[in-house]
């Protein structure tokens, strides 16, 4: 079974290039294109590895991460962000919070993704 990510982002061009990336190298990849369908694919595949967008209309990645957290205190997320400056108190008060993310600034380019899939957990699990 292939190792199994999830992309939530609003933008559908941001979510193709996981696919084809991550895809290319052999991940399932189910994707989200907003904060209460991402909660949902959560809850429904249990994925091993997220990537999360933090800047979308309606739940913002911020709450999406608190109901990923609420679930799964264990999967690597990793909230993928172009306003790191713009947001950097929200995402300060998240970690005080106990939220546990990495922080990825966009675009840092698809094989800099493809080696954070190798580097966590999932490049030796299987999906759960």
Known sequence: MAKRVLV????????????GALGGMGYEVVTAASGQEGIMAFD?????????DRHMPGL???EV????????????VYMVTAFCREFFQELRAAAR????????RAPDGLDHLVEIARATRI???EAR
Do not use: C
């Not at 939530?8 to 696919?19: C, M, N, P, Q, T």
């Not at 919070?97 to 990825?104: K, M, W």
């Open 8 to 19: 939530i982002d609003d933008v559908a061009a941001v979510r193709r290039a996981f696919e």
């Open 44 to 52: 429904q595949y249990r994925p091993a590895l997220v990537f999360l």
């Open 60 to 62: 913002d990645g911020v």
């Open 65 to 76: 991460l608190r109901a990923i957290r609420e679930r799964d205190r264990e999967v690597p």
């Open 97 to 104: 919070e106990g939220l546990e993310f990495e922080l990825v």
């Open 123 to 125: 490049g030796m699990m």
